[in-house]
């Protein structure tokens, strides 16, 4: 069964310019979670989306952003880029119903904000 | 506050030795356990759950809620342990959120 995949894995982009990231679970999974990486914060949980909807958010400003499509796929927006948004973004799915509580990871989108 | 705190950076052991990864956890309620492992240039993946309660690898952690730790375990550390080691809390609820420690290194010297 293929993985969790990220696009693009990396990303070099200004201040001021938006972003935005992509995310396939693994099929059959309908929850895809995003986080973020950083060497100063470690890892930071940015929100939660199961059925289209959020369902949880982290401690992080509106310039972040993310969407579900029916096929379970994730987008994650990031508008009006500041240096401190430098890190690697993770996604992670899971099954939700019918199975243990594991979130499988992809490998990140690694962005540079210069 | 929910908080996961793993109080070291770098734990560094000679092959064979045993080997005690800790984690302390602040959660009003019961959390889900979780420990995280990233091998180098590879993925985030799970190693274990506190309610599965298995030994992965060789490792095992239990849950002491009176402590409100789970600290990660090995008798008998090997090269291939070497990697950095993340634990998180999930809530209840069936929640995808996760809480995650700040990682330890863990070196295992030949």
């Known amino acids: ?114 | 506050a929910q908080r996961v705190t793993q109080p070291e950076k770098l734990l560094s052991v000679f092959k064979g030795a045993p080997v005690e990864l800790k984690c302390n956890y602040s959660y009003s309620g019961s959390p889900e356990l979780f420990w995280y492992v990233q091998y180098s240039r590879q993925r985030l993946q799970l190693l274990l759950r506190h309610i599965s309660r298995e030994s992965i690898k060789g490792f095992t952690a239990d849950l002491n809620k009176g402590e409100t730790s789970f600290h990660l375990k090995k008798p008998f550390a090997q090269e291939e342990d070497s990697a950095m080691y993340y634990c998180a809390l999930s809530g209840s609820g069936n929640t995808g959120k996760l809480i995650f420690g700040q990682g330890t290194t863990l070196q295992v010297k030949p």
Not at chain 1, 28 to 53: A, D, N
Not at chain 1, 60 to 88: H, K, Y
């Open chain 1, 1 to 114: 069964k293929a993985g969790v995949t990220q696009t693009p894995r990396y990303l070099i982009k200004t201040r001021g310019q938006q972003v935005t990231l992509s995310c396939s679970p693994i099929s059959g999974h309908r929850s895809v979670s995003w986080y973020q990486q950083t060497p100063g914060q470690g890892l930071q949980f940015l929100f939660e989306y199961f059925s289209e909807t959020q369902r949880n958010k982290g401690n992080f400003p509106g310039r972040f952003s993310g969407r579900q499509f029916s096929n379970s796929r994730s987008e994650m927006n990031v508008s009006t880029l500041e240096l401190g948004d430098s890190a690697l973004y993770l996604c992670a799915s899971r099954r939700v119903a019918g199975g243990p509580n594991e979130q499988f990871f992809g490998p990140g989108t690694r962005l540079t904000v210069l």
